[in-house]
């Protein structure tokens, strides 16, 4: 039963006692519409009473349920009115201290998680930077990538969290050639057969170094399988299509794009418009053709349209 | 003696000092319940008037700290809140006297007094 029922019914049996045995005597005594006026009376009475104080407690709890509700849908720090002094108001009272405290304990841990996140991001870059150091990329490769990645992945529809597998996949997909000897990373002349070996092996000692971090773990998939084609002819394991997982398949069509348009060893620097040809040829072939698309479509947003022509033709 | 006082209000702490001064204590004074708790480890006070609501610690939490070294300090709390319901909220072990808000200048002499004869 509402508390306002309650409050009524009981305000009616306690008017009724004293009005039934008045009522009765008057009756008795040969003022029988006395008895009914005066029984009417002292029942409206008590009714409207009831429905006063009723209000009054009814009230607030509504206020307290509305703001118990605003709370579990995260909007801390809600306050409601306190009216009076009744243990009501001190329940209103503690609700909005409650609240305040929620609300700052909220904003003190998404500061932490700040800070966490951003120190989590400068290790990954600290290891990035090892890698660069090495290799004879120019440097910022790894954080090229992983800014094309992102990019890609979002233009793809890609969720919050693939974003940050894309962001930590892109900055260390190379992050095993940290276990090739340095003069097969720098040799400009072509590779003989064992050192290909060698090379083709960093995906999955890239894959082992980050294995057992958790921080790493959506990222692990995009670091052993960068170097995966399309058409199941890359390495390690062979995967084709979409056996190869996502965030792997848009680390690769990244990786390729800035591996194509800045110096290495053994090639120059290519122009975007030569790239944009190479990758509509490996558009089915290396690289999955709705993330060649995607990629376009961040570099002609990139360029202010200057893709349009090339795009379309693809 | 030298009385730590702490309390969100600005307002508070202001008459609560004035009171105290006027019955020749030294006061020390808290915005909130760590502020407190700091400031009780350095300062060292014979007795701490605490709000029972503060933000960061409530009173109660701050006073179970001060005393976590086992020291008998004698305690008031203050609070906006009927006192029963606070009392429930205390606990039986942390002993201290309770003031409710408004309180003027011989509750706060009374409620003290009782706090330090306390057993």
């Not at chain 1, 951003?118 to 870059?125: C, E, F, I, K, Q």
């Not at chain 1, 490769?141 to 969720?159: P, Q, S, Y």
């Not at chain 2, 969100?8 to 006027?22: I, K, S």
Request: glycine letters at 10%; charged letters at 25%.
């Amino acid at each position: 039963m509402r508390l306002r029922h309650q409050i009524l019914v009981l305000s009616l049996a306690a008017a009724a006692v004293p009005a039934a045995v008045l009522g009765a005597q008057l009756a008795t005594a040969g003022h029988p519409a006395t008895a009914l006026a005066s029984a009417s009376a002292a029942l409206a009475f008590a009714a409207a009473l009831a429905a006063a104080f009723a209000r009054g407690l009814v009230q607030p709890v509504a206020d307290l349920v509305r703001g118990a509700l605003d709370i579990a849908r995260g909007r801390f720090g809600r306050q409601v009115g306190v009216r009076g002094r009744s243990e009501l108001a001190d329940l209103a009272y503690t609700f909005n201290y409650m609240s305040r405290e929620l609300e700052r304990q909220d904003a003190e841990n998404r500061r932490l998680i700040g800070a966490l996140e951003r120190g989590a991001l400068d290790t990954v870059r600290s290891l990035a930077g090892a890698i660069d150091a090495k290799d004879t990329y120019t440097r910022g490769h790894n954080e090229r990538v992983a800014a094309l990645a992102v990019e890609v992945g979002r233009e793809l529809g890609c969720d919050e969290r693939a974003l940050l597998a894309l962001r930590y996949g892109g900055l260390l997909h190379d992050v095993g050639k940290i276990g090739i000897p340095e003069p097969v990373l720098k040799k400009t002349i072509p590779l003989t057969e064992p050192e290909m070996e060698l090379m083709r092996a960093h995906p999955a000692i890239g894959a082992e170094i980050v294995r057992g971090v958790e921080l790493f773990a959506d990222a692990l998939p995009a670091i052993r399988s960068h170097h995966e084609r399309w058409d199941g002819r890359g390495y390690p394991d062979g995967l084709a299509g979409e056996a190869i997982p996502l965030v792997a398949r848009i680390v690769n069509a990244a990786d390729t794009w800035d591996a194509c348009t800045s110096s290495r060893p053994y090639q120059r620097a290519l122009e975007p418009d030569e790239v944009v040809g190479i990758l509509a040829r490996l558009r089915g072939a290396q690289i999955d053709p709705s993330v060649h698309d995607a990629l376009l479509a961040v570099l002609h947003r990139r360029s202010g349209g200057a893709f349009g022509r090339l795009r379309g033709a693809a | 003696m030298k009385i730590l006082i702490a309390d969100d209000d600005r307002l508070v702490r202001a008459l609560l000092a004035d009171v105290l001064a006027g019955l020749g204590h030294e006061v020390v004074a808290a915005s909130d319940g760590s502020e407190a708790v700091e400031l009780c480890h350095g300062e060292r006070p014979d007795a701490v008037i605490l709000d029972f609501l503060m933000p960061r610690l409530s009173g109660v939490d701050a006073l179970a700290r001060m005393r976590a070294d086992g020291r008998r300090l004698p305690a008031v709390l203050l609070t906006a809140i009927s006192g029963p319901s606070l009392r429930d909220a205390v606990g039986p072990d942390a002993p201290a006297v309770v003031l409710e808000k408004p309180f003027d200048a011989r509750g706060v002499a009374r409620a003290l007094e009782r706090a330090v004869r306390a057993p």
